[in-house]
């Protein structure tokens, strides 16, 4: 689960490292779930500003190195290819499961926390535009930032983790459909979600 998350987009660990070079304030779980909420918003970057925008909710105030700069264009091209996939590709960036249960939830619940800045910061449709079941969702991702994992049933709460790190992902695929039906131009073109028609 989590250690495909790793490997399909980037290394959770060497990412924390770099963060950790660049004294960023957050952690890749919450900038991974910020760039799927602006992703889900309907926003798309260039790199180059998906490098300023990560730097500063990142609170990096230096010029990035060259192996962040990589590993962010791989975040981002990555992400956004798994979610305009639509299948059951994304999974969000927590450590892998050799990492304490208590540790990857709450890496889990920044990754919540991160999904509802993006998706805010990016103007994501309101809620009176969104289905039922995306409402709730969203709802529920608020209560999920704030997961916590009671220590001694672990074996327990293992699977009510993997119950909710499935539940997160599917919200995420779910808001990102509705946010980001393509435009059809009356030639029959279809423009990205967020092309300004004129």
């Not at 809620?127 to 994992?149: F, K, T």
Request: glycine share 8%; aromatic share 8%; charged share 20%.
């Amino acid at each position: 689960m989590a250690e495909q998350a790793s490997s399909d987009i980037s290394n959770f660990d060497q990412l924390a490292e770099l963060f950790l070079q660049h004294a960023a304030l957050h952690s890749p779980a919450e900038l991974h779930g910020y760039l799927c909420g602006l992703l889900s918003a309907g926003n798309r970057l260039t790199l180059d500003s998906w490098f300023q925008s990560a730097a500063s909710q990142l609170g990096i105030e230096e010029e990035l190195s060259a192996a962040l700069r990589a590993g962010l264009s791989t975040l981002y091209q990555v992400t956004l290819a798994q979610l305009e996939e639509g299948g059951f590709d994304l999974q969000p960036l927590i450590p892998d499961e050799e990492v304490e249960l208590a540790q990857r939830a709450e890496e889990l619940g920044l990754w919540c926390h991160g999904f509802l800045c993006g998706y805010a910061l990016g103007k994501g449709k309101p809620a009176e535009q969104l289905s039922e079941d995306a409402r709730d969702g969203i709802r529920d991702l608020s209560q999920i930032a704030q997961i916590a994992v009671d220590e001694g049933a672990e074996e327990e709460s293992e699977a009510d983790f993997i119950e909710i790190f499935e539940y997160v992902r599917m919200v995420a695929l779910l808001v990102f459909s509705e946010c980001n039906q393509r435009v059809v131009t009356e030639g029959g073109a279809q423009l990205p979600p967020d092309t300004p028609l004129h």
